[in-house]
């Protein structure tokens, strides 16, 4: 429930109090489009999964914070750099433009 609030105010999923439907903003689509072109595994619910492992780890004591925390370091670096090597912004606009008609306001 919290995540949801949180996607709601940040304004990526919009709620339609009335039948209680979510939907996503231009703005939550296009975050998922660039996810998606750039760094497809954080889509993957195997990674979050394998990162809540890590955490019982942690706390059980069988993995140090220093190595769960020099893993996840590794990961978001490796990741980072690949976005940072690549141009995305053209497959980007492809996208943006296919989907933006559809969240133009009414007039």
Do not use: C, H
């Amino acid at each position: 429930a919290e995540i949801l609030k949180k996607l709601i105010s940040n304004q990526y999923i919009a709620l339609n109090k009335k039948t209680q439907i979510l939907t996503p903003t231009l703005l939550g689509e296009m975050i998922f489009d660039v996810v998606s072109v750039s760094i497809r595994s954080l889509l993957n619910p195997e990674l979050t999964a394998s990162w809540e492992k890590g955490l019982t780890y942690v706390a059980e004591g069988t993995v140090t914070e220093e190595e769960y925390m020099q893993k996840l370091d590794k990961f978001v670096t490796q990741k980072t750099n690949i976005v940072k090597q690549n141009n995305f912004q053209y497959q980007l606009r492809q996208s943006f433009d296919q989907i933006a008609p559809y969240y133009q306001k009414k007039k």
